[in-house]
């Protein structure tokens, strides 16, 4: 049995829903065409196909073999056209996976273009909190904040996010703005529950400084969003990320409260499996959403001495957004 025919063979007869349209297609007879995808099935152990007289559908290891098929073909037909020095037109699925605030404030956006421009790829997105295991599950890329996760990963910089301490300009009418770090004490701070020390904030000045100061207000929660659009409605002041913040800065329905200061810094990047072939479509999908996280501002030094005596260790994690 000639496997990569049989499985150009399975493929075709899924996309035309019979054996007789695929068999025209592909310029062989029916009874060939059945004969070679009863051999494939024989081969892998399992049934791909449910066969009606009707209709057929796929079975839940048909409807596995069926994708990873598709993704095999349009690999070898761009690794042909690479091959012959010819433009290669990005085609199939891109599994990815990333954060819930990455993925509404930065890919979303990322995707419409994208598809825009390469209207034969599709996007299979999966928004998770966790680590996922690429390779386990089967995923071409990730988009991550800090931690890249295994070593047997593979990734690049896509940008900065830096941590902002904000509020809305009514509230900093009312109760004054903040001149130190300090100062936020007799302010309500609104906490983000997933933050490393989601009542502790560190700060940092123009030259390195690392200030410590607990937080802890009127609101506690686990969303970012909720976190921004309560400080808009006037109810704090909020550490969030940058590019949380982009709007909101944008149209002045926040601004900065402590000038001079801000949070932790961490890295974006893409992340990907090493030991798998990075596809034209993944490479030029990486190329494109690079344009869409701008870079931070460099940060700053090193935080040389600490506020209330504390290490510098624990400034440089990753911010839990």
Not at 18 to 28: D, G, I, K, T
Not at 174 to 192: K, N, Q, V
Not at 263 to 275: E, F, H, L, N, Q
């Amino acid at each position: 049995m000639d496997r990569f025919a049989a499985i150009e063979a399975f493929v075709r007869v899924v996309e035309a829903g019979s054996f007789v349209r695929a068999a025209e297609r592909l310029q062989w007879s029916t009874s060939s065409l059945s004969r070679v995808l009863a051999e494939l099935e024989e081969h892998l152990g399992a049934r791909l196909l449910n066969r009606t007289t009707r209709r057929l559908s796929l079975t839940e290891s048909g409807q596995a073999f069926y994708e990873r098929s598709v993704q095999l073909l349009n690999d070898l037909d761009e690794a042909e056209a690479l091959a012959g020095q010819t433009a290669a037109v990005p085609r199939g699925t891109i599994r990815l996976t990333c954060s819930y605030n990455v993925a509404t404030h930065r890919l979303a956006p990322a995707i419409a273009a994208f598809v825009a421009r390469y209207p034969e790829v599709r996007f299979d997105v999966t928004v998770a909190e966790r680590i996922v295991d690429l390779v386990d599950e089967g995923f071409d890329l990730a988009i991550r904040i800090g931690r890249i996760g295994s070593e047997q990963l593979v990734a690049r910089k896509l940008g900065e996010t830096v941590l902002m301490v904000c509020a809305a300009p009514a509230y900093l009418r009312g109760r004054g703005a903040p001149a130190t770090p300090e100062d936020l004490a007799r302010h309500d701070t609104l906490t983000y529950a997933y933050a490393p020390s989601p009542r502790s904030w560190q700060l940092f000045d123009a030259a390195g400084v690392m200030h410590e100061v607990r937080a802890g207000g009127s609101l506690h929660a686990n969303n970012g969003d909720m976190l921004i659009a309560a400080a808009v409605a006037g109810l704090g002041v909020v550490c969030e990320p940058d590019f949380l913040l982009e709007a909101e800065l944008r149209t002045g329905r926040l601004v900065p409260a402590l000038p001079g200061y801000v949070g932790r810094r961490a890295d974006i990047w893409a992340v990907y499996p090493s030991r798998r072939h990075l596809s034209v479509k993944v490479r030029l999908f990486v190329d494109h959403v690079a344009a869409f996280f701008r870079p931070a501002a460099r940060p700053p030094p090193r935080a040389t001495r600490l506020s209330r005596g504390r290490r510098p260790g624990s400034a440089h994690r990753k911010p839990a957004r």
